[in-house]
């Protein structure tokens, strides 16, 4: 049922952190937001306004309008970035906000670019946010990692920083994997990975399937990677970073490819 409330009646809230002339431009826009859309009594809605890439995240950013007659304290919200209908990633992101009722906030979002973008190639992108009333039914757990890598530099340092920031969040009872790093060391072809286990016991992986393709997703390497005879032990709720070294006589050669670009699929 569509709400029967007069056009501008919602309001956006004023952020103090925000300039005025900033908060002006905002409050313009949400304005022309409400005329365009009609928005249904008692719910929340979340209103995307633009995707653009920055050097390296893509921005989002929207609204979220409280329909009803209750204050809401909006904590988590799901969000997934789609590229020509196929889901690329999927997290909760930590939004940490009250609206009070009838009124609206803006937000913008920082998700991580794992993706090869052209400038003009957010038009292919789609931004999903999901019901939050779902979280509720997946518990997602908080994983402690406590041995990181060795990396050398300031910069290595930064990426491994960010790239802890922007892991998707894990729901219990999952074994993830995500590749913080990949490229051509003097042994061979190395995957540096992060594993986490979310369920209640200790997981101990002795072998890992997997594929390598180059840009154009041309495998250049697919099998079984063996790990030594003890295996690889995850503890419950901990993470564990691996490395993986893959001589380059098992890669079909392709001269032309930066290896560090590689694209590397555990399945």
Same mark, same amino acid.
């Given at each position: 049922?569509?709400?029967?409330?007069?056009?501008?009646?919602?309001?956006?809230?004023?952020?103090?952190?925000?300039?005025?002339?900033?908060?002006?431009?905002?409050?313009?826009?949400?304005?022309?937001?409400?005329?365009?859309?009609?928005?249904?009594?008692?719910?929340?809605?979340?209103?995307?306004?633009?995707?653009?890439?920055?050097?390296?995240?893509?921005?989002?950013?929207?609204?979220?309008?409280?329909?009803?007659?209750? +204050?809401?304290?909006?904590?988590?919200?799901?969000?997934?970035?789609?590229? +020509?209908?196929?889901?690329?990633?999927?997290?909760?992101?930590?939004?940490?906000?009250?609206?009070?009722?009838? *009124?609206?906030?803006?937000?913008?979002?920082?998700?991580?670019?794992?993706?090869?973008?052209?400038?003009?190639?957010?038009?292919?992108?789609?931004?999903?946010?999901?019901?939050?009333?779902?979280?509720?039914?997946?518990?997602?757990?908080?994983? +402690?990692?406590?041995?990181?890598?060795?990396?050398?530099?300031?910069?290595?340092?930064?990426?491994?920083?960010?790239?802890? *920031?922007?892991?998707?969040?894990?729901?219990?009872?999952?074994?993830?994997? +995500?590749?913080?790093?990949?490229?051509?060391?003097?042994?061979?072809?190395?995957?540096?990975?992060?594993?986490?286990?979310?369920?209640?016991?200790?997981?101990?992986?002795?072998?890992?399937?997997?594929?390598?393709?180059?840009?154009?997703?041309?495998?250049?390497?697919?099998?079984?990677?063996?790990?030594?005879?003890?295996?690889?032990?995850?503890?419950?709720?901990?993470?564990?970073?691996?490395?993986?070294?893959?001589?380059?006589?098992?890669?079909?050669?392709?001269?032309?490819?930066?290896?560090?670009?590689?694209?590397? *699929?555990?399945?």
């Amino acid at each position: 049922m569509e709400t029967d409330k007069e056009k501008g009646e919602i309001k956006l809230v004023k952020e103090l952190h925000r300039s005025d002339f900033h908060n002006t431009l905002l409050n313009s826009e949400y304005i022309n937001l409400v005329k365009e859309n009609d928005f249904i009594d008692e719910h929340l809605h979340i209103n995307l306004v633009y995707v653009s890439k920055r050097e390296e995240d893509l921005e989002v950013g929207a609204y979220i309008t409280n329909n009803s007659n209750k +204050d809401v304290q909006l904590k988590n919200m799901p969000i997934c970035l789609y590229k +020509d209908n196929s889901k690329v990633f999927e997290t909760i992101y930590s939004i940490n906000k009250s609206i009070p009722s009838e *009124k609206a906030v803006f937000i913008e979002i920082g998700i991580p670019l794992i993706l090869s973008l052209e400038d003009k190639a957010c038009d292919n992108l789609y931004i999903s946010f999901g019901d939050g009333r779902t979280i509720a039914k997946y518990p997602y757990v908080n994983i +402690d990692i406590n041995e990181l890598p060795k990396i050398n530099g300031y910069k290595s340092h930064r990426e491994m920083k960010k790239f802890l *920031k922007l892991l998707p969040t894990i729901k219990k009872d999952q074994l993830t994997i +995500d590749v913080f790093k990949v490229g051509q060391v003097e042994e061979g072809f190395c995957i540096i990975a992060l594993f986490r286990n979310s369920s209640s016991k200790a997981i101990n992986i002795k072998s890992i399937p997997l594929t390598v393709l180059v840009s154009e997703n041309l495998p250049v390497y697919k099998g079984v990677y063996n790990i030594n005879d003890d295996g690889l032990i995850i503890e419950s709720n901990k993470g564990k970073f691996y490395s993986i070294i893959i001589p380059l006589e098992s890669f079909i050669q392709i001269d032309y490819e930066d290896m560090s670009k590689y694209i590397v *699929k555990f399945e």
